[in-house]
């Protein structure tokens, strides 16, 4: 059972980016699902959530321009980032409530994408 981010590089300020978050495993299910961000020498911040019927919550940060989404059929999180700025450089993770044959896992963490944004 493993959460895996893929999708970071590196882009101009103003483009976008679209981060993937991949659940794996037999009989796997995402309850909720947020994406953290850790940019150097900061602490890692919840930049975005949304749960299982898919009710959003986002950072003031990135309020209007990340957008985020799942595919409930594939067991799939996106952050789709828009408008990025080099303060939006960071280390980004997904992470889920995970449910396996319907009984509760807990919390996992993918890996995390490196997302660097250029002035």
């Known amino acids: 059972v493993q959460l895996q981010a893929s999708g970071g590089g590196l882009v101009q300020a103003g483009g976008s980016l679209r981060l993937s978050c991949a659940a794996s495993?037999?009989?796997?299910?995402?309850?909720?699902m947020d994406w953290y961000r850790q940019a150097p020498g900061k602490r890692r911040e919840l930049v975005a959530s949304i749960t299982r019927a898919g009710s959003t919550n986002y950072a003031d940060s990135v309020k209007g321009r990340f957008i985020i989404s799942r595919n409930n059929a594939k067991n799939m999180g996106y952050l789709h980032m828009n408008g990025l700025k080099p303060e939006d450089t960071a280390v980004y993770y997904c992470?889920?409530?995970?449910?396996?044959?319907?009984?509760?896992?807990?919390?996992?963490w993918g890996q995390g994408t490196l997302v660097t944004v250029s002035s």
């Open positions: 495993g037999s009989g796997l299910s995402i309850s909720a």
């Open positions: 992470a889920g409530d995970l449910e396996q044959y319907g009984s509760r896992l807990g919390d996992y």
